[in-house]
């Protein structure tokens, strides 16, 4: 299987702040059917995990610099923080009365998962979390929409948009997971669009491309965001990924994947790419955006300019490989995270700080 650490190694290693959610996972695995009303036989799992948490720790194992500011019950902030340095994140986790965000993942047998979520003290993540100090050194900020929709608050999308304005003010690039198309559908697409505005990628899967946009073909999923964003990054499960960028496309496309949309208005002339995906006997789907995404945007990152008159066929295309290598690993064990590395690999520093992250 591909290594997705093979995508662009010659660039200097990037520094990436994620903030926000943060799990613990109970995975399921039943021995059979669920009967209703007596015991079942199951696997039972604990792993760590949440969108924001598991991203950092594919940056981290991707080579990046990784910053992550999250919060978690008082209780469970220096277990946490020791989950996160194994993967090499450096943590800021805020302690909080509520309790960690707990997620009871139920895996079927065909491996799609049934998810009922508690999120706890994620409640609180906010976009006061981040050290603008990243915006004085450049760097990449990520971040999630499980964030977004913390108790519908009417502040939270003017300021997730300001964070973003901020950022991309002072040359900081920006990529958003939507997260969950049933969150969407629950608290609406406007908000997470508002909140997300003008973030340079967005990596939806299909599910959340479609209840975000209304579109249902993935070429129209594309377009609709790229009308908000100027890269967009959709996976589509065991058929890969269709990423595009406004950028005009090359004469000459690169390989059997390029094409132009042809889409009329403002996306006219993108480029865009289809990628298949890397053939493997899943085990656990838990993660698989989460390492997607991170190996993506660590591609773009390394390769150049994060803008789309930067952008080209050949970029796109080797950090979509990136993405569904990375994709490729997160399914093939248990848990959102990657393996864990060998011991002797230096950890990650601590940090006096409980909340902020991003310092250089």
Do not use: K
Request: glycine share 10%; proline share 7%.
């Amino acid at each position: 299987m591909t290594d997705p650490r093979g995508a662009a190694p010659h660039a200097a290693a990037p520094h990436v702040c994620v903030f926000g959610d943060v799990f613990d996972d109970l995975i399921v695995t039943p021995s059979g059917a669920i009967r209703a009303d007596t015991d079942t036989t199951a696997r039972i799992e604990r792993q760590a995990g949440g969108s924001a948490a598991n991203a950092a720790a594919w940056f981290a194992h991707l080579g990046c610099r990784v910053d992550f500011a999250g919060h978690v019950n008082v209780d469970d902030v220096a277990r946490h923080e020791n989950l996160l340095r194994q993967h090499g994140v450096t943590p800021h986790l805020a302690g909080a009365d509520l309790p960690t965000g707990t997620i009871v993942v139920i895996l079927q047998p065909d491996r799609t998962r049934t998810m009922l979520t508690e999120r706890g003290a994620n409640a609180l993540t906010s976009p006061a979390d981040v050290d603008r100090a990243l915006f004085r050194t450049g760097g990449h900020l990520h971040f999630t929409g499980y964030s977004v929709f913390r108790h519908g608050a009417p502040d939270a999308t003017h300021a997730f948009a300001a964070l973003v304005q901020e950022a991309r003010a002072a040359g900081v690039s920006v990529s958003v997971n939507p997260g969950s198309a049933g969150f969407i559908a629950t608290h609406g697409a406007g908000s997470l669009l508002a909140a997300m505005a003008g973030a340079t990628v967005v990596l939806p899967n299909l599910d959340e491309g479609r209840a975000l946009t209304g579109a249902h073909d993935p070429d129209d999923v594309v377009t609709a965001l790229l009308e908000r964003h100027e890269i967009v990054a959709l996976t589509l499960g065991r058929a890969g990924a269709l990423v595009a960028s406004r950028a005009p496309a090359p004469a000459r496309p690169h390989g059997d994947a390029a094409r132009s949309s042809g889409a009329p208005g403002p996306v006219d002339g993108s480029t865009r790419v289809h990628v298949a995906a890397v053939p493997v006997a899943p085990v656990d789907t838990t993660g698989a955006g989460d390492a997607f995404g991170a190996g993506f945007v660590d591609s773009l990152l390394r390769s150049g300019a994060m803008t789309a008159d930067a952008m080209d066929a050949p970029r796109l295309e080797a950090a979509a490989r990136a993405g569904v290598a990375g994709a490729a690993l997160a399914v093939t064990h248990v848990g959102g995270r990657p393996p864990v590395p060998d011991a002797a690999a230096p950890s990650a520093p601590s940090t006096s700080r409980a909340v902020r992250a991003a310092h250089p």
